[in-house]
């Protein structure tokens, strides 16, 4: 019985969280919305929110939440204030408001203690709750009951002090620039119709289950296909027989005609009886071809009556893990309020379309892109207050996302700002100074094609490395989900007017058709998206550079890798002829392209993609598995990381490291032994050089004495801290161009403008450290920047 008890426990938490994320966006949409215009009593806007926390409050007494049940009972206070008019929040207040939400995400996420306590935003809820509105304010003033809180909780936390608002200001002011977490949303198809709840995982198996009747209905289509070449078989025997009908016949009149007194007698028999059988046979192949006919033609009638059937099934199913763009559009409201401000910018979010249905599993993989565009806008495209007003624009910003269904079965998503739009030429110079591209290159650069650039991973126009931008990583992964999901990315820009990526992608994600191939004794399938062109080539039209296999297609040049070398993988026993044709699968993805060698190109046809075990998820080059339709599986192959690793194979040995050349040599300067030992470790890990030292003073009198390719720092430091050591190193003419990294306990904003101020080349919070992003900015900072001839 307890073991029922915990389970039932279990499920009603599990739906006790799903009810409340979906109050919480509506909380947060009001609470933006009661923001841009000073709530007026009674209003539709004041009385929904009361409400909803109300009901927050009220499910999280039932499952025993004591601390939202307190956050919201204080929250409720307040509206109940609002509604009467006898209180107005003023912009400070609306920040702890959303304080409280976060706090409640925090608590629903199970991610332990907030970094805001709970007792501490219930105190500052508190003092609100009991503010005077302003004398300046025409609502009418009631005087307000000092109601006793039921909020009140256990004191979980010591830190903080009851009743004082202001320590809460303060660090929301002084947060890092740091984008806020997007919480986790289960969004709700809107409509008037009843609504059930049903389990993800739920969905998932009815998901995959239509999954397999699309895959019988392929089994059977295979089936069919045998039937008829069994059917064309007959034919070939009519043909046969056909041929020896005179020979039967001869036979026949030699067997029971006047010519049979001249046969053997011992053959006589034997022969009429073949003769028989030969016309009995004759026959029955005739009947035999008819009723296979016949039978052909009704199995198939009943295969497309399954295959109505279970494209409709499969539709239905499908229609039930669609939901409208704004179940993940809404989140992005609060995520543009918290960071515009953050930056110090003052941006709107518009969504438009967003009741347009889409498929879960899409909506997933959209977030991060989303997120990464939204704070693209606000980084690089939207301009500061004092910057717009001059040019004739509002001073708020405003980062539009459109949704447009479009022909085919696709969607747009349009996602736009009126900012200051990209400038052609700083990208260009840009990407020289980075190494993307050569300052030949830049010169036959148009602004339009320059504009892709931001697209290549590794491209940033940021003064410094952050945690939310300066890695060139963003865009990159936006086209890259986008890609796998079988869409592409256009981008239209106009320098000072603002910028619009559209995002194209799929509404659902069912079957897709894949070129079947077998390299070996495997067979392998290429999704059509990536598939530029199918070619069989004489030998004599390959030709050879620098020892490497390449072929003209359309006035391109492109290499051929052998696919078993790219899977690493035995190839066929059997070599081909001198002459013989060679079967080519050009794979474009982006701006790379391949032609991967096959062994047979097999045919064309529909799948359906199964994802992989947890196990072999993390498998590269390999999207998935798939069963034909003559029931062998076969792998599903990922167009981009096949040509990755192509291009390894390409470059593989081309540019040897000289003999003998010297590591990189990293100067490591951090105050705390074990920060330093930790570093210290990472690095030489990785194969450089380590120096050390103990403050900012040791550090420049080792610049002064050695060569070092790159400095990583801290900031809090004694004798000469991190900043006054970079302000050296940029003010000497032997040093200045020395990448510096400052890796620092200290995340506000002032402190990361402080470190663009003196010329750090990366920031980086020791919060949120990651050893990989780490050793990616070093790697990448001592390859654009380390001096010639090291």
Not at 349 to 377: A, C, F, Q, T, W
Not at 404 to 429: A, F, H
Not at 434 to 443: K, N, P, R
Request: charged letters at 25%.
């Amino acid at each position: 019985m307890k073991g029922t008890d915990a389970e039932f426990t279990k499920k009603l938490l599990a739906t006790f969280r799903e009810e409340a994320r979906e109050h919480l966006d509506v909380i947060v949409a009001i609470l933006l919305e009661l923001e841009k215009t000073p709530p007026v009593p009674e209003s539709a806007s004041v009385e929904r929110i009361y409400r909803t926390t109300h009901s927050l409050k009220g499910a999280a007494r039932a499952v025993g939440q004591k601390e939202i049940e307190s956050v919201c009972q204080n929250l409720e206070n307040i509206f109940s204030r609002m509604k009467k008019g006898t209180y107005v929040p003023d912009s400070d207040d609306f920040d702890i408001f959303h304080q409280a939400v976060r706090v409640i995400q925090c608590l629903l996420d199970g991610g332990g203690q907030p970094v805001t306590p709970v007792t501490d935003i219930v105190s500052s809820l508190r003092s609100l709750s009991r503010k005077e509105s302003s004398p300046g304010d025409s609502r009418t003033h009631g005087k307000h009951e000092q109601e006793k809180h039921p909020g009140d909780i256990p004191a979980r936390s010591t830190k903080g002090k009851p009743g004082v608002t202001s320590p809460l200001l303060e660090k929301d002011r002084g947060e890092t620039r740091k984008p806020p977490v997007l919480p986790v949303t289960a969004g709700r198809p809107e409509g008037d119709g009843a609504t059930v709840r049903i389990a993800a995982h739920k969905l998932d198996r009815l998901i995959a289950g239509s999954d397999d009747l699309l895959t019988t209905r392929l089994f059977l289509t295979h089936r069919m296909r045998e039937l008829e070449e069994w059917l064309a078989r007959f034919t070939i025997w009519r043909w046969n027989q056909a041929a020896i009908s005179t020979d039967i016949h001869r036979i026949r009149e030699r067997s029971f005609g006047s010519g049979k007194a001249d046969l053997p007698a011992d053959l006589v028999l034997p022969l009429q009886r073949l003769v028989e059988f030969l016309d009995y046979d004759r026959e029955f192949v005739t009947y035999l071809q008819h009723d296979l006919a016949e039978f052909i033609r009704a199995t198939d009638r009943d295969r497309a009556a399954l295959e109505a059937s279970t494209s409709e099934i499969s539709e239905l199913i499908h229609d039930a893990v669609l939901l409208p763009v704004s179940s993940v559009l809404a989140p992005f409201h609060g995520l543009v309020r918290e960071y515009s401000r953050t930056t110090g910018k003052q941006v709107e979010l518009v969504i438009e379309g967003g009741e347009i249905e889409v498929d879960r599993r899409i909506l997933d993989s959209l977030k991060d892109p989303l997120m990464h565009l939204i704070y693209n806008s606000i980084d690089h495209g939207i301009e500061y207050p004092d910057l717009r007003a001059p040019r004739n624009k509002p001073v708020r910003g405003t980062v539009r996302i459109r949704v447009v269904l479009v022909s085919g079965g696709k969607v747009d998503i349009e996602v736009s700002d009126n900012g200051k739009g990209i400038d052609g030429s700083e990208i260009r110079k840009a990407a020289v100074r980075i190494g993307l591209i050569t300052e030949q290159e830049e010169a036959r650069l148009t602004d339009a094609e320059a504009v892709w650039l931001i697209f290549r991973s590794g491209f940033s126009t940021s003064p410094i490395i952050t945690e939310v931008s300066g890695r060139g990583l963003g865009l990159a992964i936006v086209e890259d989900t986008i890609t796998r999901l079988g869409g592409y990315v256009t981008i239209a820009s106009e320098h000072g007017k603002g910028t619009t990526i559209t995002l194209r992608v799929p509404v659902r994600l069912v079957t897709f058709r894949g070129v079947v191939v077998r390299s070996g004794s495997q067979v392998y399938v290429i999704p059509m998206q990536q598939v530029r062109q199918v070619l069989r080539i004489k030998p004599d039209t390959i030709f050879t550079r620098s020892r490497r296999p390449y072929i003209r297609v359309d006035d391109q040049t492109i290499g051929i890798v052998k696919l078993s070398d790219i899977l690493n993988v035995p190839t066929s026993s059997l070599p081909p002829g001198k002459d013989a044709p060679v079967s080519l699968i050009v794979i474009a993805y982006g701006a790379g392209q391949v032609a991967c060698q096959v062994d047979e190109i097999v045919h064309v046809q529909e799948i359906v993609v199964r994802p992989l075990g947890s196990q072999l998820r993390r498998i590269r080059r390999i999207a998935g598995a798939a069963i034909l339709g003559d029931g062998t599986l076969a792998l599903v192959l990922d167009p981009p990381e096949l040509i990755q690793e192509s291009l390894r194979i390409s470059t593989r040995g081309a540019a040897p490291v000289q003999k003998g050349a010297p590591a990189p040599v990293v100067l490591v300067v951090e105050d705390s032994v074990t920060s330093r030992a930790f570093l210290q470790m990472l690095l030489e890990r990785e194969g450089y050089r380590v120096m050390t030292a103990t403050d900012g003073m040791v550090a420049f009198a080792i610049l002064k004495e050695h060569q070092v390719d790159i400095v990583v720092s801290d900031v809090d430091m004694p004798r000469m801290n991190g900043f006054v050591l970079t302000e050296k190193i940029r003010s000497d003419p032997k040093l200045q161009s020395l990448p510096v990294v400052l890796v620092t306990s200290l995340d506000s904003a002032e402190d990361q403008n402080h470190g663009v101020a003196v010329g750090a080349d990366a920031y980086i919070v020791k919060s949120s450290f990651e050893r990989s992003a780490l050793l990616a900015v070093v790697r990448n900072l001592i390859r654009t920047k380390r001096p010639q001839g090291r």
